[in-house]
């Protein structure tokens, strides 16, 4: 039986910076940040948008009403929790009108998350065929104003459907689940926003990639020329070229050029949004399916990394009418039409993010046009609606 996502949906938030305007900003050359960094644009969340709101509504567009009968699993996968107890997969539940005969869990790991999410999915679906299960990657990344870290900022969330007999693609062979500790990036309770030894981060990245690999390549005998793309992790698109590169050498052999072009094409979207944690490697993948030159049948080679650290290398094969299985203009004139703010707008946003022990408030909605919406905190719980 193939396992492996059925649908695919993704969203963010309506507004963006433009990363020029921040170089300018900040005093730096523009081209550090859209070469050296490799990003363009980056997502700027409202105060009444977090990974519920954005995650239900990546949902929402995929999902059918038929849909929403079968599903009998709810993961959430997220860096960016909002209550220390209660899994965010039970607000999303109540949102997309989901009944109460269904599993709601969280998982957390960094930027592995919702690589674990799918691979669970997976183990479910193996288990009873009947198992649809959703699985949503959801993060807000925030490093600070005029840190290192900030032009890697962003935000957004992946929906994907896991069920047998697929219509995008299917999860097959083995995979490589790699972990060290390390403190490469953290987040203390209570904190917004990340600790990251940044330079460091990028070096375990490449070094457990690599190693991921190398075992994917022993356990297999699978060489480069099995796979028609890699795409990666993205906390910033260079990262992948990183990644990729440390992977081929100097290599200049046609598939070597072919894994270069593809992993361009995987970039696109992320240039556009920024980081979002647990779905950016899914983001990429979103980003490979419209951008990249696919067929069916071809094998895709993913890897997924999360700080602290844990990676994963598996692979994917395309199905039949991949390419008609989920919204590519959705995602697409969603992103076109969002609204560009200025660096001090950006600012004001950023500082009225709500922090992690919030007194009770009610937000301001006046410039959220979003379907899902956080509409304050009443006795200390969070209240949302759908319009
Ligand atoms: N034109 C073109 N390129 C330029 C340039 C210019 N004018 N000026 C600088 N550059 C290049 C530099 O040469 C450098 O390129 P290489 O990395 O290829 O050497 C690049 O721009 C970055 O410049 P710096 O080396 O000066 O780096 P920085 O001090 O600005 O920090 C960073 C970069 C470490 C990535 C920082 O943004 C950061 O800490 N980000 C957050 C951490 C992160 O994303 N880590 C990734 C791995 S961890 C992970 O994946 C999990 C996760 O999501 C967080």
């Known amino acids: 039986m193939k396992i492996g996502i059925d649908k695919i949906g993704f969203n963010t938030s309506s507004y963006y910076l433009d990363l020029t305007d921040l170089a300018n900003a ?3 050359d523009p081209n550090k940040y859209l070469i050296g960094i490799g990003q ?17 509504m990546a949902a929402d567009q995929m999902l059918t009403d038929a849909d929403r009968q079968t599903i009998t699993t709810v993961i959430v996968a997220t860096e960016s929790g909002i209550d220390n107890s209660k899994a965010s997969a039970i607000y999303v539940k109540t949102l997309l009108g989901l009944g109460d005969f269904v599993r709601t869990i969280e ?45 890697t900022q962003g935000g957004g969330a992946v929906a994907m459907l896991v069920t047998a007999n697929p219509r995008i693609l299917s999860i097959e062979g083995p995979s490589v689940p790699i972990t060290r500790d390390v403190m490469d990036f953290w987040r203390p309770l209570g904190k917004t926003e990340a600790i990251v030894d ?5 070096n375990v990245y490449i070094e457990m990639f690599l190693e991921a690999f190398k ?8 060489d480069l020329t099995d796979f028609t793309a890699l795409a990666f992790h993205l906390p910033f698109t260079k990262m992948g070229k990183k990644a990729l590169e440390a992977l081929l050498g100097d290599e200049d052999s046609l598939i070597a050029e072919k894994l270069r072009a593809q992993l361009t094409a995987s970039q696109i979207l992320n240039r556009k949004v920024g980081n979002l944690y647990t779905g950016s490697l899914y983001l990429s993948l979103i980003s ?3 951008n990249g030159e696919l067929a069916a049948g071809e094998k895709i080679g993913l890897f997924s990394y999360g700080s602290g650290a844990e990676g994963e290398f598996y692979t994917v094969t395309l199905q039949a009418g991949f390419e008609t ?18 660096v001090a707008e950006y600012e004001a946003i950023f500082n009225s993010q709500l922090g992690m022990n919030s007194e009770d408030i009610e937000l301001n909605l006046d410039n959220d046009i979003s379907k899902f919406r956080l509409t304050g905190i009443q006795n200390q719980k969070r209240i949302y609606t759908k319009k």
């Open 107 to 151: 998982f957390k790991e960094a930027c592995y998350a919702g690589t674990a999410a799918i691979q669970a999915a997976k183990g479910l679906v193996s288990a009873n065929p009947e198992e649809h299960v959703l699985v949503i990657a959801a993060d807000i990344a925030r490093y600070g104003l005029n840190t290192p870290g900030e032009v």
């Open 198 to 202: 940044g330079k460091y981060s990028t």
């Open 215 to 222: 075992r994917y390549q022993e356990l297999t005998d699978d």
């Open 325 to 342: 299985a989920f919204d590519k203009d959705l995602i697409e004139s969603n992103l076109e039409t969002r609204t560009k703010i200025s």
């Open 26 to 28: 900040r005093g730096v």
């Open 40 to 56: 363009e644009k980056q997502a700027v969340v409202l105060p009444t948008q977090d990974i519920v709101t954005m995650g239900t």
């Open 288 to 290: 490979l399916l419209i």
